[in-house]
């Protein structure tokens, strides 16, 4: 199954299941990093960072949390995190949280958050792969964040 054919099924269901969790996260990576200026996050699924920033713009591969997203008026479009639809350092941050331990070609993702973003701030799932961001992310600041580690470049 697909990741969007994977995320479109649970959807529904994420709330109940990760929202929670996933709250916690973006309190203490705000509590780690001043996130501010214009701000792009990638795979935003219910877009739930959406609720601390002011100048937001979420994308996701799933269709469905982007319909959840947009009845919720956010600011928010479907693409692919290895083909992001912006222009060069358009963003002051990019945000990608628990969403890399998810995509095949990391590689490509990695580039193009660089590409669109002028700084960084990406967490993975520790049974992700960890190693290989660390390597595409050299010498950016590295948190234990419980489940994830989080990368500030
Ligand atoms: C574990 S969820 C995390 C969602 C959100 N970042 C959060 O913290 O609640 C992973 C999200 O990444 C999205 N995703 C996975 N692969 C993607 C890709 N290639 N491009 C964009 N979004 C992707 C999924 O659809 C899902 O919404």
Redo the contacts with the bound molecule.
Sequence with gaps: MS??K???AI?KG?GNL??EE??Q??ETILNIVDIKGKVL?????????ANYIEDYKG????SK?VEHCKKKGLNVIK????NLPFKDKEFDWV?????????DEIEK?VKEMKRVGKKLCI?V?KKGNVRKVRELLRGAKEYDIGKDILFIK
């Design positions: 990741v969007e994977y995320y479109n959807s994420y990760y929202e996933q709250k996260k973006i996050d990638v795979g935003c699924g219910t877009c739930l960072l994308v996701d591969v799933s949390f693409a692919d995190a290895k945000v990608s949280i628990t969403v890399l331990q998810d995509i993702a967490s799932l």
